[in-house]
């Protein structure tokens, strides 16, 4: 069996697919105080157990979050490494803005020092 790597720009769009919905990011900050069990996050949502459970879906798809089944008890817990794929397009952005302000700001340098 052969198992494909996602590239990375696939994992960019999932992890800011995620990040999208305002339900996923209170998952995400929920979890950011520790682990829960799906009816834990599900509590605080008025909407039917199987549309929350899409969203912890998306969320574990986006590697955001990963969980772990005891017996009839689902646990999840957030998973910050997910994050890499998104922070890492997000730092070759500002390294391309950052140069291109560089160079703006040095062309107005030049242009104001010229007769």
Known sequence: MVRSVPR???QVDLVFKALAD?????VI????SGSASTSELAQPFTMALPSFLQH?????KAGLVTSTKVGRTRTYRLSP???DAAQGWLADRRRLWESRLDQLD???ID???SP
């Open 111 to 113: 242009q104001k020092e």
């Open 8 to 10: 990375r720009s696939d």
């Open 29 to 32: 900050e929920r979890l950011v």
């Open 56 to 60: 912890l879906s998306v969320l574990e």
């Open 106 to 108: 040095q062309f107005l």
């Open 81 to 83: 490494e997910g994050l």
């Open 22 to 26: 305002p339900t996923r990011r209170q």
